[in-house]
């Protein structure tokens, strides 16, 4: 039996409410009419605009799907979503250059050891520059990163020798 018949109560009234604030969220879709509320709740769209709640949350259901709060939280979720990537590819891009900061680190500490091995110079003897220093490190900098390549060099035959 149909409910054209019957008069809406407050418990009608609340589940038409929750309903359209759904399709506010844009959790059912955009199509929202006053046709879908009729088929759904088996009210004339007279007796569902007469009640000023349902009046109102129609509005905003309305005015949300039209490009307000559900197309807004759809793209902040798209969004999100994107960022979420792009960090993850940021960060994998990240590691490639600490790794391959790594790489150079020690290949550049092989280079002092074998200069040191076949020269018997220091790294702070051999790193000066005749040119422009604009944008290396000044000459206090420089000291500080290569003191620990200018320790004691082990033995030939120690296990602690970097070899090429």
Do not use: C
Request: proline share 2%; charged share 30%.
């Amino acid at each position: 039996m149909s409910k054209f018949g019957k008069r809406m109560d407050s418990g009608d009234v609340k589940a038409i409410v929750r309903e359209l604030d759904r399709w506010g969220l844009g959790e059912l879709g955009s199509g929202l009419r006053w046709k879908t509320l009729e088929d759904q709740f088996g009210f004339t769209r007279q007796a569902l605009n007469a009640r000023l709640e349902i009046k109102v949350a129609f509005d905003a259901a309305k005015a949300s799907l039209a490009g307000g709060l559900a197309a807004k939280q759809k793209n902040a979720a798209r969004s999100a979503d994107e960022l979420v990537l792009r960090v993850a590819q940021l960060e994998r891009e990240l590691q490639t250059y600490k790794d391959r900061e790594a790489k150079w680190l020690l290949r550049w500490q092989q280079i002092a050891y074998t200069i040191r091995v076949r020269f018997g110079a220091q790294m702070s003897g051999i790193d000066m520059s005749g040119g422009s220093r604009e944008g290396l490190p000044n000459l206090r900098t420089t000291e500080s990163i290569l003191k620990h390549l200018d320790s004691p060099i082990p033995p030939v035959g120690s296990s602690d020798a970097n070899t090429d």
